[in-house]
């Protein structure tokens, strides 16, 4: 997969794509039947997104609320076949653009697009003055074909990103798979914690995590996804989620323990699915009663692991 950061002067090779557009917070099945849309309507199949998601833009200030890192998106729309990822830098010139000339000027110049697959619910443009009709009509006047879609779902309700987001600061793994099709992920690189559970005898991979929506603090059943280097593969395990009230009031921390598992993962991109909420988190009288509750966490999460799969 080409990755594009921009849309001016690109190589023949990465323009004339039909291309879905939009967010793809989380790549969902919603998100999936515009890339499947776009591919029926040709090749090079394309994604156009934009970095940083234009929420995060508008309001700097706002809680991270990201279903998906970058990278994690990237690694998603990947393995659902996409030739082509525009990653347009959605800055002070970007969201000051009037709807009709992005078509113009990115679709059309930049990208010359033969297909557009598009939600029926996107907004573009300054003052988010453009949408799908807009689309339409401009996409007969400057040749490029536009497919509308209205929102798709399940019992769980429409396929949305802030549907999901719900579920997860639920603790709701398996409703927000459904719509996912995919467990819910927490991805990065592997920084330095306090070594804590080294000592308690559950060593553990530490993430941060920026942009990304906090879910449901406490304990989960977890695989995980060593992305690179010697270990690179995926693992079983048990996350902690929050606040460690054990030890005094903290700044949310997710650290992930990897069954039978020996190595240094510091700097490794690792990603980190999460497949049951097990309990809350909890403040303990002393480590011994911390220990043992850890491992009926992890014999539990055993149980969970060797029984999950992703929900159709």
């Not at 996912?180 to 559950?202: A, E, F, M």
């Not at 990304?212 to 603090?217: A, C, E, M």
């Not at 059943?221 to 929050?242: C, F, I, K, M, N």
Request: hydrophobic share 40%; with cysteine.
């Amino acid at each position: 997969m080409e990755r594009v950061t921009g849309y001016r002067d690109l190589a023949e090779k990465l323009r004339h794509a039909s291309v879905a557009i939009g967010n793809f917070d989380g790549v969902h099945k919603g998100h999936q039947t515009l890339i499947e849309d776009a591919r029926a309507a040709g090749q090079p199949v394309g994604v156009i997104t934009f970095e940083p998601h234009p929420r995060r833009f508008f309001q700097p200030d706002a809680p991270p609320f990201c279903l998906t890192t970058p990278a994690e998106k990237a690694r998603r729309l990947e393995r659902h076949g996409i030739d082509i990822l525009y990653q347009l830098p959605f800055d002070a010139h970007l969201s000051g653009m009037e709807a009709e000339d992005f078509v113009r000027d990115v679709l059309c110049d930049g990208l010359a697009i033969r297909h557009l697959s598009v939600g029926a619910d996107f907004r573009f443009g300054k003052a988010r003055k453009g949408d799908a009709v807009l689309l339409r009509q401009m996409g007969f006047d400057r040749d490029f074909g536009v497919t509308i879609h209205d929102l798709v779902g399940d019992e769980t309700g429409e396929f949305a990103s802030t549907a999901i987001r719900t579920m997860l600061q639920q603790g709701q793994c398996r409703e927000a798979a459904q719509q996912l099709g995919c467990w819910h992920t927490v991805s990065g690189p592997v920084v330095q914690g306090d070594q804590r559970g080294r000592d308690l005898g559950y060593p553990t991979a530490n993430l941060t995590y920026g942009e990304q929506l906090i879910p449901r603090y406490g304990i989960y059943a977890t695989w995980v996804d060593v992305l690179e280097g010697p270990y690179a593969g995926r693992h079983e395990g048990v996350a902690s989620l929050g606040e460690r009230p054990t030890f005094g009031i903290n700044a949310p921390n997710f650290e992930v323990h990897l069954f039978d598992f020996s190595g240094d993962l510091y700097g490794t991109e690792i990603s980190v699915s999460l497949v049951e909420w097990l309990r809350g988190e909890v403040a303990f009288d002393d480590v011994e009663s911390l220990i043992a509750q850890m491992d009926r966490d992890s014999a539990r999460a055993r149980e969970v692991l060797a029984a999950a799969s992703i929900p159709e």
